[in-house]
């Protein structure tokens, strides 16, 4: 996506409808087109909160997201604006605003709720919009998180533990940042100042007690604790008089409180500094189609009635690309053949030696584009055709080179036929005369360059077809003795039958060329899959080490307040963590 010019103002991605979610076909068209990778920040919030405001500042715009001026919720479903990452030519920002939670029209949240959860799955970094402080208030209406491991599954099999998808969650969730709208308390505990990040730190502390309130009080905040593996905060003053509210867009920003104007700048600094790529377990960056092939299928999960599950979507995901990823190896494999590969080459090897080096590049470029090959399914797919392509070029290189040998001795012999039919050798002495001739012949023949792997063998077939003719005139040779004949037609027998044991010698070292050919193809494709595996067995143990120092830390937490029995869990999933890095270490599977 070169510019913004394609896209010059927000588009809706997921339509609610009714109850019904759908995707906008026009926006999915939008992100099939960006290339780069995508940074996806998604804003949720309670309608009216101003969430399109902030998403406005991000795309660089005053105009864009609706505000609306009512207290009518003004986005339906989630909107997306893709513009040019203000500080990174290289990514594309995608920016999601979802409609007002809470909105007392549609009266059913069951919808709110999947809303939270796209944006949750969708996004790589996630911003929760309310308005005032963090108090209990404002934790009951993020009671969606509680909720997401009921609308979101880590993995397909449904005999996963609550333990086990603590991590994987982690794994794939975005980074969380809570923005206050019209904050009016000092930032202070105990007299002392804090910052918003502290503010929000103490306002996810736990409670004491096994009493229903207590676990009430305790679960949301226990939930942003364990799932989001970063946490920001940002607090805004009221921009302006509550009766200009409503023309804000069109504000300049002189006419705005000047420390809401420098909050906002500071938000927006650091979403560009700081928001990551958005990225799927192990490593995998998502760009635009990436993210239009998620969509869909979260989307299709929800509409058939199934909870959205990340291992699906990636395996779907992998699906696609794995066999896009083939055949774009194979293309690159037939253009670099077709300019380097002249027929007939002169020997097998000649021919087998572009092969491997065409089938490297080609494997290569499978190995890039490719992820989550499950069993090597594709690799043993690209592995056989770009086989059965070798075979093919071995059977052309055989037939250009048969056809070209058969022309040229039509070529170099067609005289000595003609003298034959005439018959200048029926004569005494005529024999010899013949067999000169076809030995200056043969010899002009064999200086002939780039004849191709069938040269004896085409002169041989050829030799034979005119062994009648050739005995005819030895029979007819009045100058030669019965004795020898019989000699010379020994000769001939014995000049035959070297020449057959040569052509056999030369098809057994031609296959024996090809046997050591498969070996090294196999070998290949072994070499660049174990380095594959062992990158990608490196970014998931450092994925997981980074979640497992933040469940550490998390822990250390917990024991320091004095909450035993949460502490308790979270060394259950510790442990489950340290099983799963152990496994990794352990070898790969090859094909």
């Known amino acids: 996506m070169a510019s913004e010019t394609h896209m010059p103002g927000p588009m809706c991605l997921i339509e609610n409808t009714k109850g019904q979610l759908k995707v906008n076909q026009e926006a999915l068209k939008i992100l099939s087109a960006i290339t780069q990778p995508v940074v996806v920040v998604a804003i949720v919030g309670l309608y009216r909160t101003g969430k399109s405001y902030l998403m406005n500042k991000l795309a660089g715009k005053k105009k864009g997201f609706s505000l609306g001026s009512t207290v009518q919720s003004h986005t339906k479903g989630i909107w997306m604006w893709c513009v040019p990452h203000p500080k990174d030519s ?199 189609p990436r993210l239009e092939k998620l969509v869909l299928t979260y989307i299709s999960a929800i509409s058939s009635g199934d909870l959205p599950c990340m291992e699906n979507a990636v395996l779907a995901l992998a699906q696609i690309e794995n066999s896009a ?47 989550k090959d499950v069993d090597q399914k594709f690799q043993k797919e690209l592995a056989a055709k770009l086989e059965k392509k070798r075979d093919n070029f071995c059977e052309q290189n055989m037939k250009a080179s048969s056809d070209h040998c058969s022309a040229l001795l039509q070529d170099i012999f067609s005289p000595l036929e003609e003298e034959v039919k005439q018959g200048i050798y029926s004569k005494p002495g005529g024999y010899h005369l013949l067999i000169q001739k076809v030995q200056d012949l043969k010899k002009k023949y064999h200086e002939e360059p780039r004849k191709g792997i069938q040269a004896e063998e085409v002169l041989q077939k050829y030799m034979q077809s005119k062994e009648d003719m050739t005995n005819a005139i030895l029979q007819t040779d009045q100058t030669l003795t019965e004795k020898e004949k019989e000699i010379e ?103």
């Open 90 to 288: 290289k990514r594309t920002l995608v920016l999601l605003d979802t409609e007002g939670l809470g909105d007392i029209e549609k009266g059913d949240n069951q919808n709110d709720s999947w809303i939270f959860a796209l944006a949750i799955l969708l996004s790589s970094t996630f911003v929760y919009n309310s308005m005032g402080t963090i108090n209990q208030q404002a934790m009951d209406q993020l009671h969606y998180v509680t909720e997401l491991t009921d609308r979101i599954r880590a993995k397909s099999s449904p005999n996963t533990s609550d333990v086990e998808d603590s991590a994987d969650f982690m794994s794939f969730f975005p980074d969380f940042v809570w923005t206050l709208r019209d904050f009016s308390l000092e930032l202070e505990i105990d007299g002392d100042s804090i910052s918003p990040d502290a503010y929000l730190e103490n306002s996810l502390k736990l409670k004491q007690g096994t009493c229903e309130k207590v676990k009430n009080y305790n679960l949301p905040r226990l939930c942003i604790r364990k799932f989001f593996p970063k946490k920001k905060c940002f607090i805004f003053d009221r921009p302006t008089h509550r009766k200009k509210l409503a023309q804000l867009e069109t504000l300049h920003d002189d006419q705005l409180d000047s420390e809401f104007v420098g909050q906002v700048a500071e938000f927006c600094s650091y979403i560009f500094s700081s928001a990551r790529t958005k990225a799927l377990p192990g490593g995998i960056q998502v760009n635009g």
């Open 325 to 371: 990823a083939v055949q774009k190896a194979l293309a690159h494999y037939d253009q670099q053949m077709g300019q380097k590969v002249q027929l007939p080459t002169d020997t097998l090897q000649e021919l087998l030696g572009l092969h491997r080096a065409c089938e490297r590049e080609a494997i290569e470029i499978f190995i890039k584009h490719s992820f």
């Open 489 to 591: 037609v020994e000769r001939v027998k014995a000049e035959a039958a070297e020449a057959a044991a040569k052509m056999l010698e030369e098809m057994q070292k031609k296959n024996q060329e090809m046997l050591e050919q498969k070996e090294k193809s196999y070998q290949e494709h072994i070499k660049q899959l174990t380095e594959k595996m062992a990158d990608e067995r490196a970014q998931l143990i450092k994925e997981q080490q980074e979640i497992l120092a933040l469940k550490l830390q998390e822990q250390s937490r917990l024991l320091k307040d004095g909450f035993q029995n949460e502490s308790k869990q979270l060394q259950e999933e510790i442990k489950h963590l340290k099983e799963s890095m152990k496994k990794q270490s352990g070898g790969c599977v090859i094909l």
